[in-house]
């Protein structure tokens, strides 16, 4: 059983940069592969981000490539996304989840929000 509690979400400018946190706990924590996810208002969930359990492997969704970096630290049972230049689009609730299967995301979080003014 694993439980995430996401954190760092906030206000900032366009351009700005923000750091998500995902806190893990549960003994199963460091051999899941994990993902970010976002919801904006008025539109469905969407990925964001992919990293595999060791942090060798990372995947992202076209628009926030080169801007955001997933990583992990196994060790702290963290997970972390660094969002730089921030984009008014980029404003969404943030959440994380560990894909239990193949395609199959599990054990949300309560989500952090952040918010790009232009």
């Known amino acids: 059983q694993v439980e995430l509690v996401e954190s760092g979400g906030g206000r900032v400018q366009a351009g700005g940069s923000l750091r998500l946190s995902c806190a893990a706990s549960?003994?199963?924590?460091?051999?899941?592969?994990m993902g970010w996810f976002r919801q904006a208002p008025g539109k469905e969930r969407e990925f964001v981000a992919y990293i595999n359990w060791s942090g060798s492997s990372t995947r992202y969704r076209d628009s926030v490539k080169g801007r955001f970096t997933i990583s992990r630290d196994n060790a702290k049972n963290t997970l972390y996304l660094q969002m730089n230049s921030l984009k008014p689009e980029d404003t969404a609730v943030y959440y994380c989840?560990?894909?239990?299967?193949?395609?199959?995301?599990?054990?949300w979080g309560q989500g952090t929000q952040v918010t790009v003014s232009s």
């Open positions: 549960g003994r199963t924590f460091s051999s899941l592969p």
């Open positions: 989840a560990a894909e239990i299967a193949a395609g199959v995301y599990d054990h």
